[in-house]
């Protein structure tokens, strides 16, 4: 179990707006450390889709945006795309345990 | 072009010892504020952190695998070496390298292909 938890799995239409929640505690998310979120396309390796709470590297789209409050994370995808079916983790540092932590992954649908 | 490449043997026989290598090109190990990471993921399953090491050889294990983990580097050669002890069929999957990126913040903005490493005997 996985010391930051994310919802199993969500879904939306095309054009929808989803958003997949990252909860964690004091001594994570609410320390404050960053949290940072990942997209995995199946069979590919992860790729960084959100860094440090809100910020978007380079050539990831608007559509995608993330923000954090108190204990909690949370990561926004709006217009929905069928490419953007995928799993997505939520990652941040725990102090309890002096260690990168990940969340358990949510598998988005796209109907 | 920063690039990462894990190696290692795709197939352990259980009590084993894996060591997997990770590759680096583009960027200097020895840059203020760079880490490398290790991430596991067995079939299926969720991503799980391993180890990391920092440009100064400060070093982060997971808690519930840091008796079986070592995490070194190789300056020189600009690879990032992890070691595992003990291998258990339970450990089989993709084990990835990740780079934080140049501007040294957190977050793993380059990761490598990853390597699948299946342990049965």
């Known amino acids: 179990q996985s010391v930051v938890t994310q919802p199993p799995s969500v879904s939306g239409a095309p054009g929808q707006r989803v958003t997949i929640s990252c909860t964690g505690s004091?001594?994570?998310?609410?320390?404050?450390?960053?949290v940072h979120w990942y997209q995995q396309l199946p069979g590919t390796a992860p790729k960084l889709l959100i860094y440090?709470?809100?910020r978007r590297p380079s050539g990831v789209p608007d559509r995608f945006s993330g923000s954090r409050s108190g204990t909690s994370a949370s990561l926004a995808i709006a217009g929905l795309q069928g490419e953007d079916e995928a799993d997505y983790y939520c990652q941040s540092y725990d102090s309890s345990l002096n260690a990168v932590v990940f969340g358990g992954g949510t598998k988005l649908t796209v109907l | 072009q920063i690039t990462l490449k894990e190696s290692g043997p795709p197939l352990v026989k259980p009590t084993q010892t894996l060591t997997l290598t990770c590759s680096l090109s583009g960027f200097s190990l020895s840059a203020s504020g760079v880490n490398v990471g290790w991430i596991r993921q067995p079939p299926g399953k969720a991503l799980e952190f391993l180890a990391l090491?920092?440009?100064?050889?400060?070093?982060r294990y997971s808690s519930a695998l840091k008796n079986r983990l070592s995490i070194t580097k190789d300056t020189s050669k600009n690879q990032v070496f992890l070691t595992m002890t003990d291998m258990d069929p339970v450990d089989t999957g993709t084990f990835y390298c990740?780079?934080?990126?140049?501007?040294?913040?957190?977050?793993?903005?380059?990761w490598g292909q990853g390597i699948l490493v299946t342990v049965s005997s």
């Open positions: 004091r001594s994570n998310i609410g320390a404050p450390f960053d």
């Open positions: 990740a780079y934080n990126g140049p501007s040294g913040g957190s977050g793993w903005h380059y």
């Open positions: 440090s709470n809100d």
């Open positions: 090491i920092y440009w100064d050889d400060d070093k």
